[in-house]
């Protein structure tokens, strides 16, 4: 079945296009395009991008030539102003429609530079060539160049070779530095976060947005008695805020992240005499276990019973609910949910107001640009 209409808005899957009663998904059209478009799949409400009848004003010449092959980027072909706007608009979608926000706050956005900002890259071979991963499929698309990486990346994309014996690795480069999986240096020490990273665990794409990200999650937090930090990876939250707060409780289901997060809060100054890292409380446990454990009663950490702030820095699948039950009995004053995906963010606002907080602001960080995912940093008072 083949329709026409205007694309209203944006999704997670591509440009809203109504036709009848029912919203199409349309991927790689533009807000304000009036296109021509063949439904795909009715019961998902997909379709695809048969022609331009009418091109939006917001429509632009993407700058990648493997855009649309490459699974990478998905919103080259819209302006970055209407990419922000409609970034916006997701979010607070989300958290008026699922999450059932009534006052709505201002929700604020941190813009990235469109392109050249990803420090973080993973590549793939298939025997015939490296590059990328095709938009939902197993088949590589050979690249010898990515407009949204930083210099010193893109300088490693045009030679890059798979480690011997593998087919995928991860690259993490800044200024003239460079980390790669499987080769000689897989670790590197990020000035400004003062932390250690390393190639073969998570770690933000975006340095610079990154750095914003702490920052404002350190004003945010301020100083305490007891933070804890959750989901908390290699540390990069926790060594930012370490020095404001008596004693810290961490917790990481991936052991080799939470051994470089005790590694990177080590010699950190607090109290005469003290040290950051023999004032934390380390737990190489999923958050679910970790609220099991709690209960109980087998990890006897002293500082379980009050958290004067906890931040916490969820997979896409958001926060599980013994967590959100646990702030809620702990009444934790001040939470700071950082997410990468808003669905799960609204969601999670819900259980988190129901239960006697408030929310009282959102903050959007442009991660990835030219892209749909969205970060979110959401302060939630008690």
């Known amino acids: 079945m083949v329709f026409e209409g205007r694309v209203e808005s944006l999704s997670f899957s591509g440009g809203v296009v109504r036709f009848g009663q029912q919203a199409f998904f349309v991927p790689f059209a533009c807000p304000g395009d009036v296109v021509r478009a063949e439904v795909t799949d009715e019961k998902k409400h997909k379709a695809r991008l048969v022609d331009i009848i009418e ?32 970034k916006k608009k997701i979010v607070a979608d989300s958290l ?27 590549l793939h071979t298939d025997g015939e060539g490296t590059g990328f991963k095709a938009a939902k499929s197993a088949k590589v698309v050979p690249a010898r160049d990515c407009p949204a990486a930083v210099p010193v990346v893109r300088d490693f994309i045009k030679h890059a070779d798979c480690p011997h014996g593998r087919r995928r690795f991860t690259v993490y480069g800044f200024d003239d530095r460079i980390a790669v999986e499987g080769g000689d240096t897989e670790r590197l020490f990020v000035p400004g976060l003062e932390i250690t990273m390393d190639v073969r665990l998570f770690f933000q794409s975006n340095l610079e947005a990154q750095k914003t990200l702490v920052a404002d999650v350190a004003a945010l937090a301020g100083k305490g008695g007891v933070l804890a930090d959750i989901y908390c990876g290699v540390g990069a939250f926790a ?8 004693a810290l409780v961490l917790v990481e289901e991936n052991p080799g992240a939470i051994a470089l997060a005790r590694e990177n809060l080590r010699g950190i100054p607090s109290l005469p005499g003290d040290r950051a890292d023999n004032r934390a409380d380390y737990y190489a446990l999923s958050a679910e276990r970790y609220c099991a454990a709690l ?55 819900q259980r988190l107001c129901a239960g006697g907080y ?9 991660f990835y640009p030219q892209t749909t995912h969205i970060e979110c940093a959401a302060l939630f008072r008690y």
């Not at 060594?239 to 008596?246: E, H, P, Q, T």
């Open 358 to 366: 408030r929310l009282e602001s959102v903050t959007c960080y442009d």
């Open 96 to 122: 008026g429609r699922i999450g059932g926000v009534e006052a709505m706050p201002d929700i604020g956005f941190v813009p990235s530079p469109p392109y050249g900002y990803r420090n973080r890259v993973e």
């Open 295 to 349: 209960q109980q009663n087998t990890k006897n950490a002293h500082n379980a019973g009050h958290w004067d702030v906890a931040v916490v820095d969820p997979p896409r699948e958001g926060l599980c609910v013994p967590l959100i039950d646990l702030f809620i009995r702990l009444k934790t004053a001040v939470l700071i949910y950082v997410s990468c995906n808003p669905a799960t963010l609204a969601r999670d606002t």
């Open 239 to 246: 060594r930012s805020l370490a020095a404001g707060f008596g």
């Open 55 to 86: 091109a939006s004003e917001d429509r632009v010449e993407p700058r990648c030539p493997l855009f649309g092959k490459c699974g990478g980027c998905t919103l080259q072909h819209i302006g970055y102003e209407r990419q922000a706007a409609e």
